[in-house]
């Protein structure tokens, strides 16, 4: 209940602190299929940006977009100021550190346990810490998802909620100042999904985090958005608050909240 | 029958340009050292049963069939000689690296397949971390280095095969066994023959991280890039081996 307030205090407007990303006329094909056709928009400093769309309409491609992992055609994105496409590897490892990525699978390494995931990232953003060090940013992320207890479990031995809270706490042990969320409540149950939402706001507050959430979950785009864009083609369709794109007349767009 | 070939020379220009970056990024600061002791660890020590195995029954029937030959020339005695040559030059570097593509580079195409195909690989990506110096900078270094210290076991069980074969038929003396060994080998039939056991290595090495570093779909994917690892790594051992022989004749 406590948590459920917290997430209806988050629900506000984006704090306006200038652009923090922002992508311009990006174009991504592979082969003859066009994922994105010249898509253009911006995220403020500290804004939660939920992306919607259909499968296939160049969401997940946009964010590996944004973290380099995928080269974009043509067009610029700009990370803290600089162009993202044009950097070097070392460059890009400098925006990625401020980056942390919530993967729908989690990616959470198999061959290592819980600790030794959330190690792993750690000493190689900061390889000065000592490892008591270590330890206590570890046990402070695992506090912050809820398991402490599975410290020295495996990734195997966790159930979907669970590796996506470990998953969390991996992005976010770098204290990052963006967030990505592709699918955070995907393959869960609506308990679990409506738990993951409330982690979404409750770090946003404690991180004080800009977010970008891909999602299918209208749940989740309700109570984590401060501004919502819609993706059809590989551009965008139509932006605002949640009420509205709730409210839009668009007979696509509207689809979406069709049972 | 035309695009079969042209696939094969567009995978060995994968392969080449994935192994060129081996050789740029190993010169850069920051060895993964701890990663690296792991995988010699995986590679070197975990391997030692099936290699004591193969070693011993490599000797040992190579003993054995060759008795009946040698015994038609009256040549018995040059058997330990012939063998621990035999196991040395050849059969020891061939058979063992065969075993390990089997072993490890099969293991490397699917750990790291499955990997990719979870998005393990793009979650270290995404956290700075380069996969290529962790993942295949540390398991090609550990098969490098390995696969000849294995072949120096595979040797020396191999040449122990050989004596339990002699003793066998016609009891056995192991100190003068292994003076007649020992005796029989030279500086050029070991050199040459070690050299190609680092190429094995490398190539066992590095095949098995192409394969799985470039997996791509479901999880058929991963099987495919195990079976594929194996395939690619025993062919270009047998192609090495083949070169090594030539150059071996050239030269010693």
Known sequence: MQTREIIQDTHREPAAEGVLIEFKDVYKSYGDNKVLNGINFSINKGENLVILGKSGSGKSVT???????????????????????????????????????????????????VRQNLVFTLQHHNKKLTEAQMESYVMDALKNVGLLESIDKFPAELSGGMKKRIGLARALIIQPEIMIYDEPTGGLDTITAREIIDLISEIKIKYKTTSIIITHDLTCAKYNSDRIIVLKDGVVKTEGHFRDIENNTDEWVRSFFEK | MESDLKNSFLLIGSIASFSVRFFREI??????????????????????????????????????????????FGAESWIPSMVSLSL?????????????????????GAELGSMKVTEQIDAMEVAAINPYRY?????????????????????????MGGFVGISMHSGGNLQHYFSTVFDSLEYEDILPATIKTFFFGFFIGIIGCYEGFNASGGTASVGKAANSAVVSASLSIFIIDMIAVQLTDLFF
């Not at chain 1, 460059?91 to 061959?111: C, E, H, P, T």
């Not at chain 2, 193969?54 to 030959?69: C, D, E, H, K, N």
């Not at chain 2, 098969?143 to 040449?159: E, K, N, Q, S």
């Open chain 2, 27 to 72: 010169f850069k600061p920051g060895f993964e050292f701890k990663e690296f002791i792991r995988q010699c660890f995986a590679v070197g020590y975990r391997s030692l049963p099936l290699v004591t195995i193969t070693g011993f029954i490599m000797g040992l029937v190579l003993t054995i069939q060759s008795r009946p030959a040698m015994s038609k």
């Open chain 2, 135 to 159: 993942l295949v900078i540390t398991r090609t270094m550990a098969t490098t280095l390995m696969i000849p210290i294995l072949v120096f076991y595979a040797d020396l069980i191999g040449i």
């Open chain 1, 63 to 113: 964010v590996k977009c944004l973290v380099g992992l995928t080269k974009v055609d043509s067009g610029e994105i700009i990370v803290f100021g600089k162009d993202i496409t044009k950097l070097n590897e070392d460059g890009l490892n400098s925006v990625r550190m401020k980056i942390g990525f919530l993967f729908q699978s989690a990616a959470l390494y198999d061959s290592m346990t």
């Open chain 2, 88 to 108: 040395i030059r050849e059969i020891a570097p061939v058979i063992t690296a065969l075993i390990c593509a089997g072993r490890i580079s099969s293991g490397m």
